[in-house]
């Protein structure tokens, strides 16, 4: 029999070869802005800092099972310390903060972490030098696990002609073992607040400087690094105590009791003067 050819309208046609065809009549999706859906939040830093409110941070507004304040909550913020203290010296210096809590539209952070800029680090190491490097965990008195990472430098002796000043192996494994003794016993005794005041005008590391002087004179000693490992139970009470003005509302001075004032004038006869300076008749009210 002879085969039949389908020549209608019902033959698929080739893909893309059809010019006339323009896709689905109609607009598209809406594009919406999605900044429109955001609100912003303050982020407080505690009060060991001299600048309190250190930024902003958007979050998705609420809605239905989605609270704006758990997307908040973790959240790790990258400050320089030159920003938090006013001051430019210290420019070298990162703090990370985390939010621990929401408080209307504040972010109550803790301090999380502290490390030194690219730029610092780079300036630091120099040839004809040895590098000497520790890291140890230290525990706070208030339960904190904190990772400090030390760093220091050796330096010619006094009157010193030759062009290095290379420390022996032993030596710089004596260095080493001083700089862990030292940072323990100074975050081992103190609170993570008073930990973090040390971080800055690097106690610690002057401290180090003088102990390993015997060993071999050291420059540039400074706690590099510090992060925190291990946390305690969270407690809201003593993140209060950190942001101590947090939520402090006006409520007004107590009065003497025995002082009785009288705000309506019910008791006095009010005078009004007019334009003239001429007395007018008491108010209305007035006995």
Request: hydrophobic share 35%; net charge positive; aromatic share 8%.
């Amino acid at each position: 029999a002879p085969r039949l050819c389908c020549t209608g309208t019902s033959a698929a046609m080739a893909v893309g070869k059809n010019k006339g065809f323009k896709g689905k009549r109609g607009k598209g999706k809406k594009v919406v802005d999605p900044f429109t859906k955001k609100e912003w939040y303050d982020i407080r830093a505690p009060s060991m800092f001299a600048v309190r409110n250190c930024g902003k941070t958007p979050v998705t507004k609420s809605s239905g099972t989605r609270i704006a304040s758990d997307s908040l909550k973790g959240r790790v913020f990258e400050v320089n310390l030159a920003d938090l203290n006013k001051d430019e010296d210290q420019a070298f210096r990162k703090m990370y903060l985390e939010c621990e809590e929401v408080q209307g539209m504040y972010c109550l952070t803790n301090f999380y972490g502290m490390s030194f800029t690219t730029d610092k680090l780079r300036s630091l190491v120099r040839k004809w030098q040895s590098l000497i490097e520790a890291h140890v965990d230290v525990k706070t008195t208030d339960g904190y696990v904190l990772r400090l990472f030390c760093i220091g430098f050796t330096r010619k002796r006094p009157n010193q002609l030759k062009k290095t000043c290379y420390a022996t192996s032993a030596q710089i494994k004596s260095i080493r073992q001083k700089m862990r003794e030292v940072m323990v016993r100074e975050a081992s005794s103190v609170e993570l607040k008073e930990l973090v005041n040390k971080f800055i005008p690097e106690v610690i590391g002057k401290e180090v400087e003088k102990s390993c002087q015997g060993i071999f004179p050291l420059q540039n000693v400074f706690v590099r690094k510090a992060k925190i490992m291990r946390k305690p139970k969270f407690d809201m009470v003593k993140l209060l105590e950190i942001h101590g003005d947090v939520g402090a509302e006006d409520t007004g001075k107590m009065i003497d009791g025995t002082v009785k004032e009288d705000p309506l004038g019910v008791g006095k006869k009010a005078v009004e003067d007019d334009e003239d300076g001429l007395k007018k008749q008491p108010v209305v009210g007035d006995s």
